[in-house]
């Protein structure tokens, strides 16, 4: 004998697919309108927008935040250098260690990304009706909302994740 899930459920399911299918939709949206020149990749945008977070932070913090090896972390810093979207200084706490930092440049390619996106993302929006904005709106901060407070029970205050003494996730009490 098998079992529905529970309608509670289900609707979770529904709204994980159709937020799955959004964004799908928003990544095909977003290549579209990017300078394949100076687009980076996704993972190498995820050390950008760590080091926005977080800037002068060194490279084992920095793969805590993002859940890499160091080596792998090493590679993709040693791209954006090349790129001149980060740079490497001299630690001001330890002079065997080095701090990521974004560029002038980096912070500007960001900003000009996040303008892209909000233009492609403001012209679907106007064509929806008003009601479905309100709903999107209200949808989206709680979206928000849960991932915030998922992130503050998985992360410790510095953004790297909580490992308990087997390398699994700890959550706090």
Do not use: K
Not at 116 to 144: C, K, N
Request: hydrophobic share 40%; charged share 25%.
């Amino acid at each position: 004998m098998s079992t529905s899930p529970a309608p509670h459920s289900r609707r979770a399911t529904d709204a994980a697919r159709a937020a799955c299918d959004v964004i799908e939709m928003l990544e095909i949206l977003w290549e579209r309108g990017r300078d394949t020149a100076s687009a980076v990749s996704a993972s190498q945008l995820r050390v950008l927008y760590s080091l926005e977070r977080a800037d002068g932070i060194n490279l084992r913090t920095l793969g805590d935040v993002l859940g890499s090896a160091p080596s792998s972390v090493s590679r993709l810093c040693d791209r954006l250098e090349a790129m001149g979207l980060v740079e490497r200084t001299p630690s001001p706490v330890s002079r065997r260690e080095l701090t990521i930092r974004l560029t002038g440049h980096g912070r500007a390619y960001l900003g000009e990304l996040r303008a892209q996106r909000e233009e492609v993302l403001l012209a679907a929006i106007e064509a929806m009706d008003p009601a479905s904005r309100t709903a999107l709106l209200e949808g989206l901060h709680g979206f928000r909302e849960a991932v915030e407070a998922d992130g503050a029970r998985n992360h410790g205050p510095d953004g790297a994740r909580n490992h308990g003494p087997d390398g699994g996730s700890v959550r706090p009490a």
